[in-house]
């Protein structure tokens, strides 16, 4: 796609100034190649304890594949959390440095607390959070608990 975009000096000037390109380059630098969350195995998916989306309709598009789904054999639960972001590159940046702190965050709440307490710990953690952090958008941070 990005070549495709830069095929012509016109094409680079237009790409580069709506932001496009930047966005391609950011993609391409951290994954091979677009994923889909559906072809993904139940079996790579529980690996995960938190999956997080940058877009609402990517969080109920995963929320609804992993109702789908049928359930694994250790039926283990799946923080699916929202993180709405405007696809440009100022907001990517923010939105990203927000995302690593909640990781963070989280991480240390199963360290101190135990995987099996964090399922209940994680709404107060994400309410905290959405006051403390999210003062600069008035996008609210969306969860939902799923078991597969």
Same mark, same amino acid.
């Given at each position: 796609?990005? %070549?495709?975009?830069?095929?012509?000096?016109? #094409?680079?000037?237009?790409?580069?100034?709506?932001?496009?390109?930047?966005?391609? $380059?950011?993609? @391409?630098?951290?994954?091979?190649?677009?994923?889909?969350?559906?072809?993904?195995?139940? %079996?790579?998916? =529980?690996?995960? #304890?938190?999956? !997080?989306?940058?877009? *609402? $309709? !990517?969080?109920?598009?995963?929320?609804? #594949? +992993?109702?789908?789904? &049928?359930?694994?054999? #250790?039926? &283990?639960?799946?923080?699916?959390?929202?993180?709405?972001?405007?696809?440009?590159?100022? &907001? @990517?940046?923010?939105?990203?440095? !927000?995302?690593?702190?909640?990781?963070?965050?989280? &991480?240390? =709440?199963?360290?101190?607390?135990?995987?099996?307490?964090?399922?209940? *710990?994680?709404? *107060?953690? +994400?309410?905290?959070?959405? $006051?403390?952090?999210?003062?600069?958008?008035?996008?609210?941070?969306?969860?939902?608990?799923?078991?597969?």
């Amino acid at each position: 796609m990005y %070549s495709s975009m830069a095929a012509t000096e016109g #094409d680079v000037a237009f790409f580069t100034h709506n932001g496009v390109l930047q966005l391609c $380059r950011r993609g @391409a630098a951290v994954k091979a190649a677009p994923q889909r969350w559906q072809d993904t195995p139940s %079996s790579a998916i =529980t690996k995960h #304890d938190v999956v !997080i989306a940058f877009e *609402e $309709r !990517i969080f109920d598009a995963v929320v609804e #594949d +992993l109702q789908m789904r &049928e359930p694994t054999e #250790d039926f &283990e639960p799946i923080h699916v959390i929202c993180l709405d972001t405007k696809d440009n590159p100022h &907001e @990517a940046k923010i939105q990203g440095r !927000i995302a690593l702190e909640l990781c963070w965050l989280l &991480e240390k =709440t199963v360290q101190r607390c135990g995987r099996e307490m964090f399922v209940g *710990e994680i709404p *107060e953690i +994400l309410d905290s959070f959405q $006051r403390e952090r999210m003062k600069h958008t008035p996008i609210k941070v969306l969860h939902q608990l799923c078991y597969l």
